[in-house]
């Protein structure tokens, strides 16, 4: 059984840095699709960030290009995602997810089989 603890949200004011961690167990294939989503209150969730492990590739979505860097420590099964010059928009919660480590969209929610519980980022002015 598949699962995705996060971990590492907080408050910060406007310029500062978070980072997200997500330990990750229960997988069966070589290879997965994991993923960084945040949803903002009134607003759908939307992906920030993605990588396959074990392949040099690696997603982002264009607001946190330049911003946030997403990386997979294989040895402690976990994925990060380092949030730098954070903006008052980046609030929201932040889920970690996992699927098919070959999407056609990795931005879509439903690419994704598995959730964890989410870990609330909030960034003030």
């Known amino acids: 059984q598949v699962q995705l603890v996060e971990s590492g949200g907080g408050s910060v004011q406007a310029g500062g840095s978070l980072r997200l961690s997500c330990a990750a167990s229960g997988f069966t294939g070589s290879r997965v699709l994991l993923a960084w989503f945040r949803q903002a209150p009134g607003k759908e969730r939307e992906g920030v960030a993605a990588?396959?492990?074990?392949?040099?590739?690696?997603y982002y979505a264009d607001s946190v290009v330049g911003r946030f860097t997403i990386s997979h420590d294989n040895a402690k099964n976990t994925v990060y995602l380092q949030m730098n010059s954070l903006k008052p928009e980046d609030t929201g919660m932040y889920y970690c997810?996992?699927?098919?480590?070959?999407?056609?969209?990795?931005?879509?929610?439903?690419?994704?089989?598995?959730w964890g519980q989410g870990t609330q980022v909030t960034v003030s002015s």
């Open positions: 990588l396959t492990s074990g392949l040099n590739a690696k």
């Open positions: 997810a996992a699927g098919n480590p070959y999407p056609t969209n990795w931005r879509a929610a439903g690419t994704y089989n598995d």
